[in-house]
């Protein structure tokens, strides 16, 4: 039997215990929050005496962060489902609004306007979503001579619109995509302006943004669909059905420019994001600066970004979002009259930290800063850490209570924006971002390590998170080399993602740890079990013969222990590797090191009395089986669980409410054809038959709330 491996364990923990809600504070890793002109204000500078957010989650605490550090004091408001949410537990007051659907707590902007004669807040900070760009929420708070902290209402009005604001843009000089400037009324208008554009065409509610109520569509039918599905969800959203169609540039990059304006002329940009990587229209990873432009192509944005919000008198931190083609032609996407929910790259790279600054525009104040002042120091890298099963669809939503939750922000460099805890529970109500983790470097290089390593120190569970993709993503060579755009995951993933792809050597890495693992636990229950209190009589064993399994690969092992060192032979290797480590049970996550190298870290999420080992290695979560050889020798008699046919059976992918059912018991289905429809965090999702058929029974209705893994339809 070839091979060595050694393996070091020490019963050390490093465990981080959870703050309370009131110590919570933004880890900025090595960056300061303010440049050095922000820094030389008058430190009495007026300002509020208490600011409402009318949001919840990670952007509320982010906004608290920024009031507590300015002496300001807080005002949450809070659904029933957030009733004991960080945000709420985190504000000086805290004040229900309703129940927990968004619509009748966090739009309700009545009973928000009720909490604010309540509490006697002088401004309100929108945050992003919600009401942050509603335009008559910004005119009620004016009449109440309460400050809306973000642009007047002329801004949010013209920019809000998407045909309004491709108008104003060609105006004011600003590169547009070519497109139909109407409201486009019926699917068969929708098919003839396409016909008119060319194929792929994009279909886009007029009102909001964040990939809802927008579709691709590459012929006729695609368009209908796309039609029906982005009316409805804009209607769900925004309350608006209106759509536009405008040319799809083919593998553009998403690059957005950062604005910053007051109300005394000064607008500035505060360089670019580099946004491509995106799932269902929805960013995933953000970047900055962007690996592709160079110094003059990012001048000529800044400026047309600063003219379009002179043109609508912009005054607060915005968003000027472009497609870039290969060639560094750049066009007017939308413009986000609000923060960002990405702005952390930004402010790690200037060293400004854009909610003090719009707190200061809000009360009158110019900015304190000058277009010379805005620099590009070092690089940032965002991951948004979300509940949703990367494996399907490249994240359909995951709901559930975080059973263990520690964020890795004692790593230099590393910073976490999130609104839970441990025990936080991620509802069907709301988006199912966890948090956002930032990582900063003075190179890409250096940003791309930090961030690889926070992901593996990142502890999450009671859900399904996307950190596998995230992690695979930034160690993909086109990533790495810059080469990507909005394509990305379309086509490195073309059969959707399916987590790392080990290599011979890393696979036995693998099982040398879960072997590991194994033998050291089997001596940790002997050691409990022969305390005096709980003798058990046997012979010393410091030699375990065993057979490790992954993915069906089978592999012969002995382990034995020397001192507190533990040797694998694993019959499978060539040549000798040593592998220590620093573990401990009460410790979540263990960094391991091979021959000598850099640690990595890795997480054992489940161990059973059947040998089965669930490790989180290198993002992805690999499920390993080892047994004794007593066992071993069994397992040719135990039979195999022999798999359920469910072809004939559809499924929901995620958990969400029934829209519509478009079939019944009886009709004959083709396969692709749709059967039913599922909103899921405000995204439509059309449910298609696996095969052609006859409708056996349907076990849902329309309004049923269902969840991953429901029967919705079952054919004959």
Known sequence: MSGLLRVLLNASSTSQVFRQCYQRGINYGTRSLHNAAAQQREPDEKTFDKILIANRGEIACRVMQTCKKMGISTVAVYSEADKNSVHAHMADEAYCVGPPPSNLSYLDMNKILDVINQSGAQAVHPGYGFLSENRVFAEKLAEKNVAFIGPGTHAIKVMGDKIESKLVAKNAGVNTIPGFDG????????????NEIGYPVMIKASAGGGGKGMRIAWNDQETIEGFRFSSQEAASSFGDDRLLIEKYIDNPRHIEVQVLADGHGNTLWLNERECSIQRRNQKVVEEAPSTFLDQDTRKKMGEQAVSLAAAVKYQSAGTVEF????????????MNTRLQVEHPVTELITGLDLVHEMIRVAAGHPLSIQQKDVGINGWAIECRVYAEDPYKSFGLPSIGRLSRYREPTDIPGVRCDSGIKEGSEISIYYDPMISKLISYGKTRDEALSI????????????VTHNVPLCHEVLRHPRFVSGDISTNFLSEVYPDGFKGKTLSTKEQNELKAIACAFYAWQEDYARQYLNQNRLPVLGKEISCWNVEVELENDFSDAVVTRKDNTYEVNI??????ITLSADWSLTDPVQSVSVNGGKPVSVQCIKSDANGEFSIQYQGTLFTLKVLCETAANLREFMPEKIQEDETSMLRSPMPGTVLSVNCKAGDEVAAGQEVCVVEAMKMQNSLTSARDGRIRRVCCEPGDSIGEGDLIIELE
């Open 183 to 194: 409201v486009v009324e019926t699917p068969e208008e929708a098919v003839k302006i396409a």
């Open 451 to 462: 961030m690889c390593n926070a992901l593996d120190n990142y502890v999450i569970r009671g």
């Open 323 to 334: 497609l870039v083609d290969s060639q560094k032609n750049f066009y007017f996407l939308e």
């Open 571 to 576: 019959s499978t290797i060539d040549g000798d």
